[in-house]
């Protein structure tokens, strides 16, 4: 492991471990090092991918059809880094003064919210304001997406260079260390993070985080990579090793088998603890992501044997959390829920298509929805909601159709550069964390319908690590090993 890729992980360790970054001391280093990692991430990427200048021209020639992919990939790449700059450029236009006369033409209920909140537009002194109704918070938003956006794209690039496998089990081992340490506060519970630090707020903690919904959502996106790197190594095991009673036997003696069985304990230990929070969103997902593996596993062209043992192995994950936790344990949560009501979201729900409503064009602005909502909650008003509990339904609200169609062409522009990386797939265990890292992002995109996890930055740059896997070309090993085969020839 390089040292990007080290401090890659450190920085997602970081993010974690300090209350998900959710203060300004915690993710303002964070985004720091986000950026150092994508300058670093980019500079390695470069050298690793070049070839020597001496390097035969056919070797260039295969080296350019297998690894730097077609016109159709760079495009797609060229599709995603535009859609990023678009949705950013969106954001500064919310943050950018107007005049006031414009402000009024694109969203009247601006200028009538300002005229409570804001003296000087109040009083008629003012002459120009941002559409955001407080461009700081707006500003603070644009600078984390930017800053993990370039962690994305950086990472992508070291990805495709050194590849994905050994930063995926690095997250693994984060993963169970996150993992017990929620489990041992759950134990030794004093309603206090790490036996001292007392969450503003309302909410129940787990782990170091300050809610637990939002330990669930890193979980959701760790679990699935690991499931998928797990389901690689078994592949690939099976795939190696000769069919016979004693190889299979004398394998598990291996290197390889000791990595496997070590990812395979990973993620029965992180789902147990997701399945501890009784987090509903957070284990309903968790069952999508289950089954989402078996049934990719199922429809894989696997051999029979190979099949049957990743099979075997999910089948076992989901009977040991369930099994631990309890089958009434888990039945009793989901029955003590208010569905009537949503268990308490549909009216958070109502008010965020209210503000949605009001500000339909531009929004309030990114990262403002709890200054909206001190003045048109409505619901449950004797707490405030300063998220949404449904992270697409604030988009809308903070954004309008200013930041909601860019956000919808970067989702298309990701999802066709993804499924170009799964039609040219050369590796098994490259395909299988790809596999697993786009199971991850299903998983949490599940979850932020009724829940707001990707808001904790230390989340959002986990949410950033798997797109960078999902989107990363696959290591062209054999045309380097090639390579210096004729090198050595000559």
Same mark, same amino acid.
């Given at each position: 492991?390089?040292?990007?890729?080290?401090?890659?992980?450190?920085?997602i360790a970081w993010g974690a471990f300090a209350f998900g970054a959710v203060y300004p001391w915690a993710y303002w280093p964070l985004a720091a090092a986000?950026?150092?990692?994508?300058?670093l991430a980019r500079l390695q990427g470069s050298n690793d991918a070049r070839l020597p200048a001496y390097a035969p021209a056919a070797l260039r020639r295969?080296?350019?059809?297998?690894?730097?992919?077609?016109?159709?990939?760079?495009?797609?790449?060229?599709?995603?880094?535009?859609?990023?700059?678009?949705?950013?450029?969106?954001?500064?236009?919310?943050?950018?003064?107007?005049?006031?006369?414009?402000?009024?033409?694109?969203?009247?209920?601006?200028?009538?919210?300002?005229?409570?909140?804001?003296?000087?537009?109040?009083?008629?002194?003012?002459?120009?304001?941002?559409?955001?109704?407080?461009? /700081?918070?707006?500003?603070?938003? +644009?600078?984390?997406?930017?800053?993990?956006?370039?962690?994305?794209?950086?990472?992508?690039?070291?990805?495709?260079?050194?590849?994905?496998?050994?930063?995926?089990?690095?997250?693994?081992?984060?993963?169970?260390? +996150?993992?017990?340490?929620?489990?041992?506060?759950?134990?030794?519970?004093?309603?206090?993070?790490?036996?001292?630090?007392?969450?503003?707020?309302?909410?129940?903690?787990?782990?170091?985080?300050?809610?637990?919904?939002?330990?669930?959502?890193?979980?959701?996106?760790?679990?699935?990579?690991?499931?998928?790197?797990?389901?690689?190594?078994?592949?690939?095991?099976?795939?190696?090793?000769?069919?016979?009673?004693?190889?299979?036997?004398?394998?598990?003696?291996?290197?390889?088998?000791?990595?496997?069985?070590?990812?395979?304990?990973?993620?029965?230990? /992180?789902?147990?603890?997701?399945?501890?929070?009784?987090?509903?969103?957070? /284990?309903?997902? +968790?069952?999508?992501?289950?089954?989402?593996?078996?049934?990719?596993?199922?429809?894989?062209?696997?051999?029979?044997?190979?099949?049957?043992?990743?099979?075997?192995?999910?089948?076992?994950?989901?009977?040991?959390?369930?099994?631990?936790?309890?089958?009434?344990?888990?039945?009793?949560?989901?029955?003590?829920?208010?569905?009537?009501?949503?268990?308490?979201?549909?009216?958070?729900?109502?008010?965020?298509?209210?503000? @949605?409503?009001?500000?339909?064009?531009?929004?309030?602005?990114?990262?403002?929805?709890?200054?909206?909502?001190?003045?048109?909650?409505?619901?449950?008003?004797?707490?405030?909601?300063?998220?949404?509990?449904?992270?697409?339904?604030?988009?809308?609200?903070?954004?309008? @159709? +200013?930041?909601?169609?860019?956000?919808?062409?970067?989702?298309?522009?990701?999802?066709?550069?993804v499924r170009r990386r799964f039609a040219d797939e050369t590796r098994v265990m490259t395909y299988w964390i790809r596999v697993g890292a786009v199971t991850?992002?299903?998983?949490?995109?599940?979850?932020?319908?009724?829940?707001?996890?990707?808001?904790?930055?230390?989340?959002?740059?986990?949410?950033?690590?798997?797109?960078?896997?999902?989107?990363?070309?696959?290591?062209?090993?054999?045309?380097?090993?090639?390579?210096?085969?004729?090198?050595?020839?000559?």
């Amino acid at each position: 492991m390089n040292i990007a890729q080290f401090l890659a992980v450190a920085t997602i360790a970081w993010g974690a471990f300090a209350f998900g970054a959710v203060y300004p001391w915690a993710y303002w280093p964070l985004a720091a090092a986000a950026v150092v990692v994508a300058i670093l991430a980019r500079l390695q990427g470069s050298n690793d991918a070049r070839l020597p200048a001496y390097a035969p021209a056919a070797l260039r020639r295969v080296r350019h059809s297998l690894g730097e992919g077609g016109k159709g990939s760079r495009y797609s790449e060229k599709a995603l880094v535009v859609s990023i700059g678009a949705l950013a450029a969106a954001v500064i236009i919310q943050i950018v003064p107007m005049p006031l006369a414009i402000v009024r033409a694109l969203s009247p209920e601006t200028i009538r919210l300002l005229g409570r909140t804001d003296l000087l537009v109040a009083s008629g002194m003012a002459s120009s304001h941002s559409i955001s109704i407080n461009w /700081m918070l707006t500003a603070t938003g +644009l600078a984390l997406f930017v800053c993990f956006a370039a962690f994305m794209i950086g990472a992508s690039r070291l990805f495709s260079a050194v590849g994905a496998d050994r930063f995926a089990e690095a997250l693994a081992c984060i993963g169970v260390a +996150l993992a017990l340490t929620g489990l041992a506060q759950k134990a030794l519970d004093n309603g206090k993070i790490y036996g001292f630090w007392t969450p503003y707020g309302e909410g129940t903690s787990f782990g170091p985080f300050v809610n637990r919904n939002h330990f669930a959502g890193w979980m959701l996106m760790c679990i699935p990579l690991t499931l998928g790197a797990t389901c690689g190594h078994i592949a690939r095991a099976m795939h190696r090793v000769k069919p016979h009673w004693r190889d299979r036997i004398l394998w598990f003696a291996s290197p390889d088998a000791s990595r496997m069985i070590l990812l395979g304990g990973a993620a029965v230990v /992180m789902a147990l603890s997701l399945a501890f929070t009784m987090s509903r969103g957070g /284990m309903s997902a +968790l069952a999508v992501a289950i089954a989402v593996t078996a049934a990719i596993v199922f429809r894989s062209s696997q051999h029979r044997g190979r099949k049957a043992a990743t099979i075997a192995f999910v089948a076992v994950l989901a009977v040991t959390v369930v099994g631990w936790v309890g089958v009434d344990v888990i039945a009793a949560r989901f029955s003590d829920a208010d569905w009537q009501e949503l268990n308490s979201r549909r009216g958070a729900w109502l008010d965020a298509l209210s503000v @949605a409503r009001r500000f339909p064009m531009t929004g309030t602005g990114l990262n403002t929805y709890g200054s909206a909502s001190d003045f048109y909650q409505q619901h449950d008003v004797e707490f405030h909601y300063a998220q949404a509990h449904n992270d697409y339904l604030q988009l809308a609200a903070e954004g309008g @159709a +200013l930041l909601v169609v860019p956000a919808a062409v970067l989702v298309c522009a990701f999802v066709e550069a993804v499924r170009r990386r799964f039609a040219d797939e050369t590796r098994v265990m490259t395909y299988w964390i790809r596999v697993g890292a786009v199971t991850g992002l299903v998983s949490i995109a599940l979850q932020e319908t009724v829940d707001f996890s990707l808001q904790m930055p230390g989340n959002a740059l986990l949410f950033a690590a798997l797109c960078a896997i999902a989107l990363h070309r696959t290591p062209n090993r054999s045309v380097r090993n090639q390579g210096q085969s004729l090198f050595n020839n000559t």
